[in-house]
């Protein structure tokens, strides 16, 4: 009997049809040998066992490509994950960019009351200048895990410029934001950074409070006017700004 060609993609299964209509025909034909008989059911058994051949083939690169797609999905959801990431967070500190604070603020006053604390570096371009760029880095990565270790569960701390800084306490009330705020001041001022050995980092902090549905430019307006009052009055202090103007 003839050798069977490897099925292609397009004759995948009309060889099988084939042998079986060729069977169906011998199954019929009350005139035909034993003999032929033998020789159709041969054939048709040939090509069940391609048949078999080929689905088996067909199963495992099913189950391949499946395995490969799952694959390339996690990749492309990791890819998806890093990206988003790094859209809403600054590369040097890890936390939230400027264009994701505000965001986030804006999300938060639309269900609650919110506390907005800015503060600034005192004197950073000085330790710039004094200890080199790398310096000044690592002063702000400090100057964030020291933030981070001050501030409660639910704040958000932001990187809105190259040395300054918003934190985010949703539902909190003026007095507690400015204790909170007078505590992160002593986190940065209490004892020297390791990058700047003997020389203590000072920050100047404004505190606003904004009603849930206020305005969060106006909140962040006040309470940058209330850090640069308190650069004014001698650096390392914090300010409560003026309440908002009602509507």
Do not use: W
């Not at 009309?14 to 054939?43: I, K, N």
């Not at 909190?172 to 505590?183: D, F, G, K």
């Amino acid at each position: 009997m003839p050798e069977i060609d490897t099925p292609t993609q397009h004759d995948l299964f009309e060889q099988e049809a084939a042998a079986l209509e060729r069977a169906l025909r011998a199954r019929d034909d009350v005139t035909l040998s034993a003999a032929g008989c033998r020789a159709a059911l041969a054939d048709l058994v040939q090509h069940f066992e391609r048949l078999m051949r080929e689905s088996r083939r067909l199963i495992r690169r099913s189950d391949r490509e499946e395995r490969e797609l799952n694959v390339l999905n996690s990749e492309l959801h990791r890819l998806a994950s890093q990206l988003e990431y790094k859209a809403r967070h600054d590369s040097l500190t890890g936390a939230l960019n400027r264009g994701a604070i505000f965001e986030r603020a804006g999300r938060l006053l639309e269900c609650c009351p919110l506390a907005l604390v800015v503060l600034d570096i005192d004197c950073f371009k000085s330790i710039n200048d004094a200890h080199g760029h790398p310096a000044g880095d690592a002063v702000i990565c400090e100057v964030v895990n020291r933030l981070r270790q001050s501030v409660p569960v639910g704040a958000e701390i932001g990187r809105v410029g190259g040395e300054e800084f918003s934190i985010l306490l949703p539902g909190a009330s003026q007095e507690a934001a400015l204790q909170r705020a007078e505590a992160m001041r002593q986190a940065i001022a209490s004892r020297p950074f390791d990058c700047l050995p003997g020389r203590v980092v000072t920050a100047s902090f404004g505190v606003s409070t904004t009603p849930q549905r206020g305005s969060f430019g106006d909140a962040y307006a006040r309470a940058d006017e209330a850090m640069f009052e308190a650069k004014r009055g001698g650096r390392n202090q914090v300010r409560a700004a003026a309440a908002p103007v009602q509507g």
